[in-house]
T-cell receptor
């Protein structure tokens, strides 16, 4: 069966520090992968999606970036975090007719 | 640009009540609509998916309807239980883009008390 992992589960970082969140999928090959952010009081916002290794599409201009170095690995990064980057980050992949979500990473930028 | 709205934003009801959660979208050219459940601090779980050609889908005590022409969907929860407490999100896949790209509403936070 397919499984999606995210880590870390929780992260507290100072403003201006770098960020690296990792997402890996097991049990499927060549999945479409997605990064979403859920900020307090707001809906899920699609940040990036990827249809293959090295292929990244950005949905919202920001100081975040994404990379897909391997088929089942999706990384969200930042060189310098802002306070507004705080939120709940969810990775997802597309299965049959629906998306499957990881457990999420809660990021607090202080 | 597709926008998805959910009302109410929050709902608190006693156990046993039948509930209706509402979702509206501005562009009727959708590929499908999904309802998800999110428990606090967790990821999302898909509950029901309705294709654009369908009118409704049912799973257990849940029934979702779709009226594409009016841009509306409802999620009906029968005989609510405390375990139904969660945030419910609807999301649409637009047929004019990558059908995997979902546009989410802001959710309805449901609390069912004993």
């Amino acid at each position: 069966s397919q499984t999606i992992h995210q880590w870390p589960a929780t992260l507290v970082q100072p403003v201006g520090s770098p960020l690296s969140l990792e997402c890996t999928v097991e049990g499927t090959s060549n999945p479409n992968l997605y990064w979403y952010r859920q900020a307090a009081g707001r809906g899920l916002q699609l940040l990036f999606y990827s249809v293959g290794i090295g292929q990244i599409s950005s949905e919202v201009p920001q100081n975040l970036s994404a990379s897909r170095p391997q088929d089942r690995q999706f990384i969200l990064s930042s060189k310098k975090l802002l306070l507004s980057d705080s939120g709940f980050y969810l990775c997802a992949w597309t299965g049959v007719e629906t998306q499957y979500f990881g457990p999420g990473t809660r990021l607090l930028v202080l | 640009k597709q926008e998805v709205t959910q009302i109410p934003a929050a709902l608190s009801v006693p156990e046993g009540e039948n509930l209706v959660l509402n979702c509206s979208f501005t562009d009727s050219a959708i590929y499908n609509l999904q309802w998800f459940r999110q428990d606090p601090g967790k990821g999302l779980t898909s509950l029901l998916l309705i294709q654009s050609s369908q009118r409704e889908q049912t799973s257990g005590r849940l029934n979702a309807s779709l009226d594409k022409s009016s841009g509306r969907s409802t999620l009906y929860i029968a005989a609510s239980q405390p375990g139904d407490s969660a945030t419910y999100l609807c999301a649409v896949a637009s047929s004019s883009y990558n059908t995997d790209k979902l546009i989410f509403g802001t959710g309805t936070r449901l609390q069912v008390f004993p």
